[in-house]
């Protein structure tokens, strides 16, 4: 059999037919290189960008300069979720930025952006954020009023089941069924309704990923094979717990239910990876160093989902309610994380990349008074 490789690679080809721009840049920050996606997003040709700074197009105060700047002093792989960029006679967009150095070629830097990803759909959602809350707050009253009837309902029916002949206990049984649904639909909608600050306590995602496990494993899962690598030098991540667990239980869900019948199986991975930052508004950001993925090997989301599976109501399946990823999307938002979906078929990843734990700050009042306590002892 032929080897794959045996013909060398044309990297120029690969360059050129990357879809989303990329550019080399030189030790002063000077264009190098360009690929055709990198020359539709600037509305420039390679030849007229070579040799200029980047400066002269972003100004001095640019965040992606200070990426750029950051990564090639660390030597190392840098990549910043949610960044405005300014370019000279172009609005502002926000995109995601990944820096590299380009190690055989010292001081020169891979540049990747990434202007339709998740940054893009973080900004839409922040824009609608305040209509957004006023439809969840409707739709969480409405969710309240709806459930007494509904209870006095499915009440009524059981009472119809006992005295029903055969063929009408079919019906009660049916109206019963299909109560109990609505109320699952409302129980959901009630969850986005909390629009509190989750709890900010110390949360080990070992802990949780392990009790969702073993629930799904006793009940919808127990058709897959369960593989995990955990990273086990993990610190906390920062948050409310049960909320935390209701995302896991939602993906493990959906993991299941796309796993195949037979050979089926989900994966569970943790890592600790420095570099990526979200911007947290005013001027600040956040580091999200613990990322957690739940990888499944189903067919995939399908295609005409994909732009929208983290929308309330996009559901596949005939007895889906479509709120499983919203509510995914909102508690990781809540959190101040990212929930980042790739999927082909035979492959399907949700990967979460979440804060870090970190002590708070002893307020001085209490330092001084239990020094002074350590003193007088
Ligand atoms: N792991 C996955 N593999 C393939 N498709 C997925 C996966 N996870 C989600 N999807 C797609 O995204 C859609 C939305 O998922 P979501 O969890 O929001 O709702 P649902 O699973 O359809 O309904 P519910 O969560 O109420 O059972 C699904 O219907 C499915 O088409
Ligand atoms: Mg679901």
Redesign the pocket.
């Known amino acids: 059999m032929r080897s794959s490789l045996s013909e060398p690679i044309d990297f120029e080809v690969i360059w050129s037919s990357l879809p989303e721009p990329a550019m080399i840049l030189d030790k002063k920050n000077q264009f190098l290189a360009l690929n055709s996606a990198a020359e539709l997003f600037l509305f420039s040709s390679q030849a007229s960008l070579v040799g200029k700074p980047l400066k002269t197009f972003t100004g001095d105060s640019s965040r992606l300069i200070d990426v750029i700047e950051q990564s090639r002093k660390n030597g190392s792989w840098l990549a910043e979720y949610g960044v405005e960029l300014s370019w000279r006679d172009r609005p502002t967009s926000m995109v995601d930025l990944q820096a590299a150095p380009i190690h055989e070629r010292p001081g020169e830097m891979l540049l990747l952006i990434h202007p339709r990803s998740i940054a893009e759909k973080m900004d839409r959602t922040l824009v609608h954020r305040g209509a957004a809350r006023s439809v969840i707050g409707m739709a969480a009253m409405l969710a309240h009023e709806i459930k007494n009837p509904l209870a006095g309902i499915s009440g009524a029916a059981q009472l119809l089941e006992m005295s029903a002949d055969e063929n009408d206990r079919e019906l009660t049984t049916l109206i019963r069924e299909e109560a109990a649904r609505v109320e ?2 409302l129980e ?1 909608v009630d969850q986005f309704g909390d629009v509190r600050p989750p709890a900010r306590s110390p949360v080990n995602i070992h802990d949780i990923l392990d009790q969702a496990k073993r629930s799904a494993a006793a009940g919808y899962a127990s058709h897959v094979r369960f593989k995990e690598e955990y990273d086990p030098s993990l610190p906390m991540t920062v948050g409310d717990g049960t909320q935390l667990m209701q995302v896991i239980q ?2 493990l ?3 299941a ?3 195949p019948k037979a050979g089926g199986v989900i994966s569970l991975s943790t890592a600790y990876r420095t570099g990526v930052k979200i911007s947290i508004g005013g001027g600040k950001r956040e580091s999200l160093p613990l990322h957690v993925t ?1 990888t ?1 090997n ?5 295609e005409d ?1 994909k732009p929208n ?2 929308d ?1 109501f ?4 005939s ?10 999307s909102k508690v990781i938002a809540d959190h101040g994380g990212v929930v980042e ?1 790739e ?1 082909e078929p035979g492959k ?1 990843s ?1 990967r979460l990349l979440l804060p870090q734990w970190k002590e708070p700050k002893t307020p001085l009042l209490e330092r001084l008074t239990r020094k002074s306590r350590e003193a007088t002892s």
Do not use: H, M, R, Y
Not at 314 to 317: A, E, G, M, P, R
Not at 319 to 328: D, E, F, H, N, P
């Open positions: 699952a639909i959901q939602n993906l869900k959906n993991a239910e796309a796993a739940i499944d189903g067919p995939g989301v399908p989902l599976i983290f309330p996009v559901t596949s399946k007895k889906g309610t479509g709120l499983g990823l919203a509510l995914v979906c999927s399907t949700f």
